[in-house]
């Protein structure tokens, strides 16, 4: 399979994943509310997950919403590895950068 | 429901225009819906990962979407954004806003003067693009034809991307226009190229402040999940009609858009 291909198929399913699991959760909180106090929301993984197993639709959402943010992260890691098996050396080291700087964000909590 | 429908808008406008929709829904969610700033920039992100995932899976199968070039330039919007991020409480943001909105309208006017182009002519491949093998072909279902196309300026192109990512970061607006116009004037890919490469890579601009939103509990899950679901749709079909537009049609709708963010840019640096 071509890259372009294999890079396709793996966001068309991690957004279609994503958009199942907080459809699921929409539709369950349509008939049990969000399973939280207003405005309360799980914010880390350990909670969120959980909240899914004790079956909180506001936590089905989140769920899905860090699928949704993984998207990005997995679309370079996939890209970066095909660069690698390719011999393409100077693009997997820009991927590979590019994924520090975004830990790094991450580690530092930037904003806007 | 209403929050769905004006998310499926934006998912379709930013995948037809490589916007990625963030600026479509801040106005509304605020406005329309009085919901905080943080939490709409917080539904903006989300926002534009989800219509970048959406519109690319299309764009990239469609060979729209350039990965080479989205990889290479991805270097520069990603560390200008986390730079932009560092230095956002010390920047002068009126007079940031000010300059910006003078790139924009300089921008607008080399665009105007483009406007009935349908594709690039007299590029002379940079050598940074030839060795990362940027130069590649796309098929044109408008022009019902093979496409190919050459990249000029990988180092001018580049220095916009710096710019685009510092924007964001700074200021928190209009990243992927800047990135259209950096591909489009810049490094002369054609239209619809430039457009669906900005959509691939925005989600990774995106990615940087998203886990920051995320953790301080902006991502509010009954805002984020309709915007989401509306987006995706809303991408999906965008991209799809993307694909039969001509350049110069998209051209013709990014124009009074870019326009009028330069002039709001503009007031923003002026008015207190």
Redesign the interface.
């Known amino acids: 399979m071509k890259l372009e291909e294999k890079i396709s198929l793996f966001l068309w399913s991690g957004g279609l994943c994503a958009n199942a699991v907080i459809a699921l959760g929409l539709l369950l909180s349509w008939f049990f509310g969000m399973g939280y106090p207003s405005s309360v929301y799980p914010t880390s993984p350990s909670v969120i997950l959980a909240g899914v197993l004790a079956f909180r639709p506001g936590a089905i959402i989140s769920l899905g919403v860090v699928l949704l943010l993984a998207i990005p992260v997995g679309r370079i890691l996939l890209l970066g590895w095909g660069y690698l098996r390719r011999k393409e050396y100077e693009l997997a080291g820009i991927s590979a950068t590019v994924l520090l700087l975004l830990t790094v964000a991450l580690l530092l909590g930037v904003r806007h | 429901m209403l929050l769905f429908f004006i998310s499926l808008g934006a998912g379709f406008a930013g995948a037809l225009l490589g916007l990625g929709g963030g600026m479509f829904i801040i106005p509304a969610v605020t406005l329309g819906l009085g919901v905080g700033m943080h939490q709409a ?1 917080g539904a903006s992100i ?1 926002a534009v ?2 219509t ?3 519109s ?3 764009y ?2 469609e ?1 729209l979407a350039n ?2 070039v989205a ?2 330039l ?2 520069a919007t ?2 200008g ?2 730079l932009g ?2 230095l ?1 409480s010390q920047a002068p943001g009126r007079l940031l806003s000010f300059l910006f909105g003078l790139l924009l309208l300089y921008s607008a006017y080399g665009m105007f003067r483009s406007r009935n182009a349908e594709l690039p002519e007299g590029i002379s491949p940079h050598p940074v693009a030839s ?2 093998r940027m130069h590649a072909s796309y098929f044109d279902r408008s022009l019902d034809r093979e496409v190919p196309y050459q990249v000029a300026g990988a180092t001018r192109g580049f220095l916009v991307m710096l710019g685009a990512g510092l924007v ?2 700074l200021l ?1 607006v209009g990243s992927g226009m800047l990135k259209v116009l950096g591909m489009d004037q810049a490094m002369k890919l054609p239209m619809k190229v430039s457009t669906a490469t900005s959509n691939f890579m925005m ?2 601009t ?12 902006y ?4 805002l ?3 915007v ?2 509306g987006v ?1 749709l809303g991408a999906h079909l965008g991209s799809r009609v993307m694909c039969h537009l001509k350049s110069s049609t998209i051209r013709k709708v990014f124009l009074p858009l870019l326009l009028l963010t330069s002039l709001q840019m503009l007031w923003r640096g002026i008015h207190p």
């Open positions: 920039i989300v990962i989800a970048s995932s959406a690319a899976a299309s990239v199968r060979n990965i080479r990889t290479f991805e270097l990603t560390s954004a986390l991020a560092l956002a060795r990362l964001s970061g928190g989600g990774v995106a990615a940087v402040s998203a886990g920051y939103y995320f953790t301080r509990g991502i509010d899950p009954a984020a999940g309709p989401i679901l995706s």
